[in-house]
């Protein structure tokens, strides 16, 4: 049931609610998304009310109708008169920065969206030298971020490794996480470290460097074994050698070591079957992943969007109720940019807090247009590329989202959704206002990707209930 128009004390429209009654009462605002919020049977049957304008006949005047009410406008499930939105969470001033410190790779996979990556780099050979950040380079960007960071008051850096395959040079990614937080720290900025790696490397080398520098790492499968080895292969000769033993050995050694690894899955028409053994697969080592559509800069046929969509709503379906109860469903079992917590204008912070950086230092909206730099860290700082983003027609709602015009600023989901990767729509349709090439996929999950993550938040509140006695007029759990 979706909440549109009623009369009643709190406002002439209430917000845009999903709610859901068996076997527990549950309630998520797509207006202001505060996570799913599991509701007693008094509040629940409370809400309903103001769903079909009854509530307001009680107490036309009154500021608070009843208890229930309180707790319903607390949890962002009914407003006042003239409150529009909710107060957004107040986060720390932060930059995020995706710095591609290597253009090679040793892998070769078809959906790679990088422009100008090599290919089935060898880690042994020669020329690795020459598609790698050098220590000067790495030395000056660092200093412009860190200076970047201080001139606007940001009190916290993240930076995320890439490439290419940022491991093959784990040496110069050791020596920028000196050189950033040698500057950071005496301005008292706080710094975090992650990378997004397809884990075919020597832990002998990279695991020292993931502890040292407290290091997030980011794990790229395609599937599970025979799937993820049709694609991410590595070379021997004229063969192929398929990196998936390499990469499960490599995760328990760093589940060995404490780090606990989050896994990436780009979900393409190969794949599609995959989805279940794979969620198994890495929810059995106590992990969580995202799933992301594969972004390409051709349209996508209608039959393959509805074949994904039918598959990923039986996907969740079949997941909710099956997921470890120690992991968190919205986080370890992620849908794309979404966040059932917090209300998004566009689905990533691109041009404004973050920015993609070459191994030359070139600045770049994205790392899918790091072949269209808007500026250099050796030569200009970063506070004039990220204002050069508002002067171009390809960037400015990147950089500006509440200029964005167009079917998804009207769109229910809008809050949610955000509209999909304004990169890969403006790469396909040419504009950022056009709704994202994968729209249909996203406005036919939706709705059951919330429900989804409220049958598993009812499991693990069900499975406190011998523990935790909660009186049937509580404040609603939240997710």
Same mark, same amino acid.
């Given at each position: 049931?979706?909440?549109?128009?009623?009369?009643?004390?709190?406002?002439?429209?209430?917000?845009?609610?999903?709610?859901?009654?068996?076997?527990?009462?549950?309630?998520?605002?797509?207006?202001?998304?505060?996570?799913?919020?599991?509701?007693?049977?008094?509040?629940?049957?409370?809400?309903?009310?103001?769903?079909?304008?009854?509530?307001?006949?009680?107490?036309?005047?009154?500021?608070?109708?009843?208890?229930?009410?309180?707790?319903?406008?607390?949890?962002?499930?009914?407003?006042?008169?003239?409150?529009?939105?909710?107060?957004?969470?107040?986060?720390?001033?932060s930059?995020?920065?995706?710095?591609?410190?290597?253009?090679?790779?040793?892998?070769?996979?078809?959906?790679?969206?990088?422009?100008?990556?090599?290919?089935?780099?060898?880690?042994?050979?020669?020329?690795?030298?020459?598609?790698?950040?050098?220590?000067?380079?790495?030395?000056?960007?660092?200093?412009?971020?860190?200076?970047?960071?201080?001139?606007?008051?940001?009190?916290?850096?993240?930076?995320?490794?890439?490439?290419?395959e940022?491991s093959?040079?784990?040496?110069?990614?050791?020596?920028?996480?000196?050189?950033?937080?040698?500057?950071?720290?005496?301005?008292?900025?706080?710094?975090?470290?992650?990378?997004?790696?397809?884990?075919?490397?020597?832990?002998?080398?990279?695991?020292?460097?993931?502890?040292?520098r407290r290091?997030?790492?980011?794990?790229?499968?395609?599937?599970?074994?025979?799937?993820?080895?049709?694609?991410?292969?590595?070379?021997?000769?004229?063969?192929?050698?398929?990196?998936?033993?390499?990469?499960?050995?490599?995760?328990?050694?760093?589940?060995?070591?404490?780090?606990r690894?989050?896994?990436?899955?780009?979900?393409?028409?190969?794949?599609?079957?995959?989805?279940?053994?794979?969620?198994?697969?890495?929810?059995?080592?106590?992990?969580?992943?995202?799933?992301?559509?594969?972004?390409?800069?051709?349209?996508?046929?209608?039959?393959?969007q509805?074949?994904?969509?039918?598959?990923?709503?039986?996907?969740?379906?079949?997941?909710?109720?099956?997921?470890?109860?120690?992991?968190?469903?919205?986080h370890?079992?992620?849908f794309?940019?979404?966040? #059932?917590?917090?209300?998004?204008?566009? /689905? +990533?912070? %691109?041009?404004?807090?973050?920015? =993609?950086? @070459?191994? !030359?230092?070139? *600045?770049?909206?994205?790392?899918?247009?790091?072949?269209?730099?808007?500026?250099?860290?050796?030569?200009?700082?970063?506070?004039?590329?990220?204002?050069?983003?508002?002067?171009?027609?390809?960037?400015?709602?990147?950089?500006?989202?509440?200029?964005?015009?167009?079917?998804?600023?009207?769109?229910e989901?809008?809050?949610?959704?955000?509209?999909?990767?304004?990169?890969?729509?403006?790469?396909?349709?040419?504009?950022?206002?056009?709704?994202?090439?994968?729209?249909?996929?996203?406005?036919? #999950?939706?709705?059951?990707?919330?429900? /989804? +993550?409220? %049958?598993h938040?009812?499991?693990? =509140?069900? @499975?406190? !209930?011998?523990? *935790?006695?909660?009186?049937?007029?509580a404040t609603?759990?939240?997710?």
């Amino acid at each position: 049931m979706r909440v549109t128009e009623g009369r009643h004390a709190f406002s002439t429209k209430l917000p845009q609610v999903i709610t859901g009654s068996t076997p527990q009462p549950w309630a998520f605002n797509l207006d202001s998304p505060q996570g799913i919020k599991l509701l007693s049977r008094r509040v629940a049957e409370r809400l309903d009310e103001h769903i079909k304008g009854a509530a307001g006949r009680f107490s036309a005047n009154s500021e608070i109708l009843s208890p229930s009410d309180g707790l319903l406008w607390e949890h962002g499930l009914i407003r006042r008169r003239g409150q529009f939105r909710l107060k957004p969470a107040e986060t720390t001033p932060s930059l995020s920065i995706w710095l591609n410190i290597v253009d090679g790779c040793n892998l070769s996979c078809f959906y790679c969206y990088i422009p100008d990556l090599q290919k089935s780099v060898n880690p042994e050979a020669l020329g690795l030298d020459r598609l790698a950040m050098n220590e000067v380079t790495g030395e000056i960007i660092a200093a412009r971020l860190v200076e970047y960071c201080q001139s606007q008051g940001l009190r916290r850096l993240r930076v995320k490794f890439a490439g290419g395959e940022p491991s093959l040079v784990i040496d110069r990614v050791d020596r920028f996480c000196e050189a950033v937080e040698r500057r950071a720290s005496r301005l008292g900025i706080a710094v975090s470290f992650s990378m997004l790696s397809n884990a075919a490397f020597d832990p002998e080398r990279v695991l020292p460097v993931l502890k040292r520098r407290r290091m997030g790492i980011g794990i790229s499968l395609d599937g599970t074994q025979m799937q993820h080895d049709r694609v991410r292969f590595t070379r021997n000769g004229s063969g192929r050698v398929g990196t998936w033993h390499t990469i499960q050995r490599n995760v328990e050694r760093l589940l060995q070591v404490g780090v606990r690894p989050y896994f990436l899955f780009t979900v393409t028409r190969k794949n599609l079957p995959d989805l279940d053994s794979f969620a198994d697969h890495v929810h059995g080592l106590g992990c969580g992943f995202r799933l992301s559509l594969e972004r390409s800069s051709r349209p996508v046929d209608f039959r393959l969007q509805e074949a994904t969509s039918d598959a990923l709503i039986g996907f969740y379906s079949r997941l909710a109720e099956r997921a470890p109860l120690d992991l968190r469903f919205d986080h370890d079992a992620r849908f794309a940019e979404w966040d #059932l917590h917090r209300r998004k204008a566009v /689905a +990533c912070s %691109t041009c404004r807090s973050y920015v =993609a950086i @070459s191994r !030359t230092g070139e *600045v770049a909206s994205c790392q899918m247009a790091l072949d269209r730099p808007i500026g250099n860290l050796l030569t200009d700082p970063l506070s004039d590329a990220i204002e050069r983003f508002s002067a171009r027609p390809d960037t400015v709602k990147l950089r500006e989202p509440q200029k964005k015009t167009g079917g998804c600023t009207r769109c229910e989901y809008r809050n949610v959704c955000a509209g999909g990767c304004p990169q890969h729509t403006q790469a396909v349709s040419g504009n950022s206002d056009q709704p994202s090439p994968w729209c249909f996929v996203y406005g036919t #999950l939706l709705p059951h990707y919330v429900a /989804a +993550c409220a %049958t598993h938040l009812i499991r693990r =509140a069900a @499975s406190l !209930t011998e523990r *935790v006695a909660i009186p049937s007029e509580a404040t609603p759990v939240t997710s």
